[in-house]
C-alpha cells in the first residue's frame, strides 16, 4: 500500500459529459501530481500541485483541470470528455525535498463510451 | 526537455536467470534522478529502485541493480534471479533535481518482461 488513495477506481461515462477524479496523498506529502497512462501515449505528466498551488503543467488539455485543496487532497476535472480521453489517470504524492520518489495511487481507469 | 527510450518494448527470461532492461535518456541537466517502476497487472506503479545522478556508485536492492554510465546517459536495469512475481511492465523515469522548476517524472515507453517457468 504506497498510502496515495484514488477515487473511484473505475469509472465509464458518456461522451460530453464531466466526471471528477479524487487523490488523497500520504500522510505529510505537499505534492501532487497527475499522470495520464494511455496505449498510444504512455505514461504522461499533466499538472503538479505544491501546498495548494499550481507549480508545473505537462500535456494537459484545455478541458481538464486541477486543484489542491487545504487539506491537501486534490482533484481532477475532465469535461466535455471524448472517447480518446479513456485511459488510467493516475495520481502520484512525495515530499519535496531531494531525493523523495513519488508514491503512486492505484490509479482511476476511465472509460468513455 | 528531456526524453526517456527503452529500445525493448518486451523481453523475456527464465525464471532464476538474469535480465538486462535497457534505458537511454536525452537531458542538458548536470544533476537529476532516474528511477526504475514496476506495473504490474495490477496496474499499481511500484518503485523498484533509484539512482542520483552524483553519485558514481550503482544503486542495488536485493536481486534489482542498475548500471548507470553518466557520460553515455545510459541506466540499465538488471534483474538477477528471476522470480515469476518479476513479470510486470518496467519504466524507466528521469526527474530533475529540485529547484528545476518541477519534480515530474518523465517515463520511457516501458519494457514488458515475461518470466517463463
Known amino acids: 500500500d504506497s498510502g496515495v488513495t484514488q477515487t473511484p477506481k473505475h469509472l465509464i461515462t458518456a461522451t460530453g459529459q464531466r466526471v471528477t477524479l479524487r487523490c488523497s496523498p500520504r500522510?505529510?506529502?505537499?505534492?501532487v501530481y497527475w499522470y495520464q497512462q494511455s496505449l498510444d501515449q504512455g505514461l504522461q505528466f499533466l499538472i503538479q500541485y505544491y501546498n495548494g498551488e499550481e507549480r508545473a503543467k505537462g500535456n494537459i488539455l484545455e478541458r481538464f483541470s486541477a486543484q489542491q485543496f487545504p487539506d491537501l487532497h486534490s482533484e481532477l476535472n475532465l469535461s466535455s470528455l471524448e472517447l480518446g480521453d479513456s485511459a488510467l489517470y493516475f495520481c502520484a504524492s512525495s515530499a519535496r525535498d531531494s531525493f523523495t520518489e513519488a508514491f503512486f495511487g492505484q490509479g482511476t481507469r476511465l472509460t468513455v463510451v | 526537455a528531456q526524453t526517456v527510450t527503452q529500445s525493448q518494448p518486451e523481453m523475456s527470461v527464465q525464471e532464476a536467470e538474469t535480465v538486462t532492461l535497457s534505458c537511454t535518456y536525452d537531458?542538458?541537466?548536470?544533476?537529476?534522478?532516474l528511477f526504475w517502476y514496476k506495473q504490474p497487472p495490477s496496474r499499481q506503479m511500484i518503485l523498484v529502485i533509484r539512482q542520483e545522478a552524483y553519485k558514481q556508485q550503482n544503486a542495488t536492492e536485493n536481486r534489482f541493480s542498475v548500471n548507470f554510465q553518466k557520460a553515455a546517459k545510459s541506466f540499465s536495469l538488471k534483474i538477477s534471479d528471476s522470480q515469476l512475481g518479476d513479470a510486470a511492465m518496467y519504466f524507466c523515469a528521469y526527474r530533475s533535481a529540485l529547484g528545476s522548476g518541477s519534480e515530474k517524472l518523465v517515463f520511457g515507453k516501458g519494457t514488458k518482461l515475461t518470466v517463463n517457468p
Open positions: 537531458t542538458s541537466e548536470s544533476d537529476y534522478y
Open positions: 500522510s505529510g506529502d505537499l505534492s
